[in-house]
């Protein structure tokens, strides 16, 4: 089943429960300044407040079309009253369409699946490149160099969202939710299953390097 991510600058709306629809679910995620916290498989949809606590709604927009992972994501504005000006400045800076809010659960839930059918297909972010390392997400493959990295599906996962997100230190929970992997207390000792596999297959590959545990917060991926 595929999981459509429902992102949201909204803290209430981050917690709205799933939808199950055909062979979809629609989750609702947080979205904060720095962009999505978890993998976007697909089509993203995007609701954006009009103001936010740490920058505006309008610098958010412009922030998630200078990045690969949101750039051809459904944008909606929503914003605080119906005013002409704000619409035209909302559009201007990158959303695809507005609303009024706050909006409700369902309300959101109506606007994606008004357009889902029509407009829902793979994401362009099919090839990754950052140096000398390649992640193919179509296909599910990762190279360094002229190596083919040896991963399982998780695996391939844990290093394309650290390859999204690289330099960052990146605790265990983190990697958990970024796989929609959250809810089972067993995952959190399965991340290091997952890290040190990740690690064995850049390591066959050359590029054990770029894997690198901060003891006590996480792991990192070295790329320049």
Do not use: C
């Not at 209430?12 to 989750?27: I, L, N, P, Q």
């Not at 407040?49 to 922030?63: A, F, H, I, K, P």
């Not at 009024?100 to 959101?108: I, S, T």
């Not at 992997?181 to 066959?204: A, C, F, S």
């Amino acid at each position: 089943m595929d999981r459509i991510s429902i992102l949201t600058t909204s803290q209430e709306a981050s917690r709205f429960a799933e939808f199950a629809h055909g062979e979809a679910t629609f989750v609702f995620r947080l979205l904060q300044p720095d962009g999505p916290p978890a993998l976007v498989d697909g089509r993203a949809w995007v609701f954006v407040d009009w103001v936010m606590d740490t920058l505006s709604g309008l610098e958010m927009v412009r922030r998630l079309r200078a990045d690969p992972r949101t750039q051809d994501a459904h944008v909606t504005m929503v914003l605080e009253e119906d005013d002409a000006e704000d619409r035209r400045r909302a559009l201007k800076a990158g959303a695809d369409d507005y609303a009024v809010g706050p909006l409700d659960r369902q309300a959101m839930l109506d606007r994606v699946l008004a357009l889902f059918a029509l407009r829902h297909s793979a994401s362009k972010l099919q090839l990754l490149e950052i140096g000398d390392l390649q992640i193919n997400v179509a296909g599910e493959q990762a190279r360094w160099r002229d190596a083919q990295i040896a991963l399982r599906p998780n695996e391939f996962r844990v290093l394309r969202f650290m390859a999204e997100n690289p330099n960052r230190v990146l605790t265990r929970q983190e990697l958990i939710e970024a796989l929609g992997k959250e809810g089972d207390p067993d995952y959190l000792r399965t991340v290091d299953v997952w890290i040190k596999r990740l690690r064995q297959g850049l390591r066959n590959a050359g590029a054990d390097h770029l894997l690198r545990t901060v003891h006590g917060r996480g792991y990192v991926l070295d790329l320049i």
